[in-house]
């Protein structure tokens, strides 16, 4: 996993001095990776803040668990690109818009689309679309993904077809 990180995180120079933690969890609510601040660190000012993205150890199937690490290369790499568009989401905001954000995240469905929105942009501004994209036609395709999952990704994720057409036009 730490090549699938470093090859995500070389595509984002502006987090190079950003305390950044990774850490594998063997549940996470309703996701798979998930990127959020360091509770102790929101008021500690934008420069001292410590974020910490969570990567579930397994990816849940229908029959079965799949270790995250037997994903390819290239999904696992969109997902932690999109995770770190999070965190370039965050780095700007003071620890009172930290709070309002994720508030508003949590209870808000319009405000959460909107924010994985972003992230998704951000990965796409920092050069790892197509990574994204292979990301969601990983899940969206994989016949044993749960349906409750690929609902979820479809009610409040960009498209495949969305996201690339975006990635078409910056390329252009």
């Known amino acids: 996993m730490r090549e699938v990180i470093v090859a995500a995180l070389a595509c984002y120079p502006d987090l190079a001095e950003t305390k950044i933690h990774f850490v594998y969890k063997e549940d996470i609510r309703k996701s798979v990776m998930q990127a959020q601040p360091k509770v102790g660190s929101i008021f500690r000012g934008k420069k001292n803040r410590a974020y910490v993205v969570k990567i579930s150890r397994y990816l849940e199937l229908t029959h079965e668990n799949l270790d995250i690490s037997a994903l390819p290369f290239e999904v696992l790499v969109g997902w932690i690109a999109h995770e770190l568009g999070h965190i370039m989401d965050y780095k700007d905001r003071s620890g009172l818009s930290m709070i309002g954000f994720g508030a508003k995240y949590w209870l808000s469905k319009s405000y959460l689309k909107k924010a994985e929105r972003r992230a998704d942009m951000y990965a796409l501004e920092h050069g790892l679309g197509d990574k994204v994209i ?35 036009e910056t390329a252009e």
């Open 134 to 168: 292979k990301t969601k036609n990983y899940v969206l395709n994989h016949d044993e993904i749960p349906v409750w999952y690929k609902r979820r990704i479809k009610k409040l994720y960009m498209s495949p077809k969305e996201f690339s057409e975006l990635l078409s």
